[in-house]
């Protein structure tokens, strides 16, 4: 399946960068003064993210606080995975993410890895919009046969690049990683559960 694959597209939040404590301190933001317990939304986030409700905290109510970029940490795996298969493949970032985007890779140590970045803020564009893929595309210089994206999310991530033809894999982390294919599009190519289960996919 990835014989005629020359680019990998890779998401970044709860794909390269682990997102679990900038979320903790989202919800302890959002609860604070509620007389709620941490545990308790947690645990009702899970169920609806098992549920494909992308933002659980709006829909439990809560307000939507400020994302703190501070507790992002990059995932042990991400250089070691980076590196090994940027030896056989592009890589490129589709990713919805701030302005400041190749600043933060390079500080995390992956920007070597990466001949493309295509972040929202400074493309004025998002996923799931389709138009963000087609301009790495177009900026790769690749038919989206030769290429595959890899995130978190169903609907931003897989859900859009399969209607246009990347192949897709599914990396099963942090909150959209616990939801569950419920149509054809949605439906990846493949699942992996971490990096590594990535790179053993890849090469």
């Avoid at 998002?126 to 989206?144: G, S, T, W, Y």
Wanted: proline share 4%.
């Amino acid at each position: 399946m990835f014989r005629q694959i020359e680019w990998l597209f890779f998401d970044v939040g709860s794909t390269l960068i682990d997102e679990s404590r900038a979320n903790e301190h989202r919800i302890l933001d959002a609860i604070a003064g509620t007389g709620l317990s941490y545990e308790q939304v947690y645990a009702q986030a899970v169920q609806l993210a098992r549920q494909n409700v992308a933002h659980p905290l709006k829909h439990l109510g809560l307000p939507i606080t400020p994302w703190r970029s501070e507790d992002e940490i990059v995932y042990p795996q991400a250089a070691e995975c980076l590196a090994l298969l940027h030896e056989k493949y592009r890589i490129g970032i589709i990713a919805n993410q701030k302005l400041g985007t190749a600043s933060r890779m390079e500080q995390y140590g992956l920007s070597q890895y990466l001949d493309l970045i295509i972040a929202s803020a400074e493309e004025g564009m998002e996923k799931p919009d389709l138009q963000i893929f087609e301009l790495a595309l177009k900026r790769a210089n690749c038919l989206p046969e030769n290429a595959a994206m890899i995130g978190d999310r169903l609907d931003n991530d897989i859900a859009p690049a399969k209607r246009l033809g990347l192949k897709t894999i599914w990396i099963r982390q942090g909150f959209g990683g616990m939801g569950h294919p419920i149509t054809e599009m949605s439906t990846p190519d493949h699942c992996v559960n971490d990096l590594g289960e990535l790179v053993e996919l890849l090469r």
